[in-house]
T-cell receptor
Framework: KAGVTQTPRYLIKTRGQQVTLSCSPI?????VSWYQQTPGQGLQFLFE???????NKGNFPGRFSGRQFSNSRSEMNVSTLELGDSALYLC?????????????FGPGTRLTVT | AQSVTQLGSHVSVSEGALVLLRCNYS??????LFWYVQYPNQGLQLLLK??????LVKGINGFEAEFKKSETSFHLTKPSAHMSDAAEYFC????????????FGKGTKLSVKP
């Protein structure tokens, strides 16, 4: 079974631009979560989607948004990019929503904002 | 609120020596606990998961972790370190209930000396 895939793997953007990252979960998985990883803040939860609905959101500004499609694929968007948005963005999928389900992570998208 | 503390941001062991990575958690509900490993430029790989079925959890690559409620700990061990174990290890606790997002510790970077 194929793992979680994320595209693109690397991205360089300029301050003020916007960016869209894509995540395809493991086949059959219905829940997708997004995390931001930086050297300073570590791994921080962005949001969680299940059945096209955002179930949970972390403490990030409104510039960060996401959505999930009917096939469970998910995208996240960051508008008006800031230098501090440079990070590894990780997507994780799980079979269902809820704390008992383990999450499987993709390789991440490395975003650099210049 | 849930939180995770990993003692030691960097641990160095010799090949063949015992690996012990420490994790303490705080949770207002019975926790689901996880250990993940991250190799350079990759996503997170699930090593093992505690879900209250058994206090000693065996994972992949010879790792295991023991849940100790009285100490609120979930330390990760491996009897004999291998060079390929060099990576960063993250302990995580699930928020609980229907919310699947994970709260991660800051990570412990494991170095293995020949």
């Amino acid at each position: 079974k194929a793992g979680v895939t994320q595209t693109p793997r690397y991205l360089i953007k300029t301050r003020g631009q916007q960016v869209t990252l894509s995540c395809s979960p493991i086949s059959g998985h219905r829940s997708v979560s997004w995390y931001q990883q930086t050297p300073g803040q570590g791994l921080q939860f962005l949001f969680e989607y299940f059945s096209e609905t955002q179930r949970n959101k972390g403490n990030f500004p409104g510039r960060f948004s996401g959505r999930q499609f009917s096939n469970s694929r998910s995208e996240m968007n960051v508008s008006t990019l800031e230098l501090g948005d440079s990070a590894l963005y990780l997507c994780a999928s799980s079979l269902d929503a809820g704390s008992s389900y383990e999450q499987y992570f993709g390789p991440g998208t490395r975003l650099t904002v210049t | 609120a849930q939180s995770v503390t990993q003692l030691g941001s960097h641990v160095s062991v010799s090949e063949g020596a015992l690996v012990l990575l420490r994790c303490n958690y705080s949770s207002s509900v019975p926790p689901y606990l996880f250990w993940y490993v991250q190799y350079p430029n990759q996503g997170l790989q699930l090593l093992l998961k505690y879900t209250s079925a058994a206090t000693l959890v065996k994972g992949i690559n010879g790792f295991e972790a023991e849940f100790k409620k009285s100490e609120t700990s979930f330390h990760l061990t491996k009897p004999s370190a291998h060079m390929s174990d060099a990576a960063e290890y993250f302990c995580a606790v699930s928020v609980g209930g229907s919310q699947g997002n994970l709260i991660f510790g800051k990570g412990t970077k494991l170095s293995v000396k020949p």
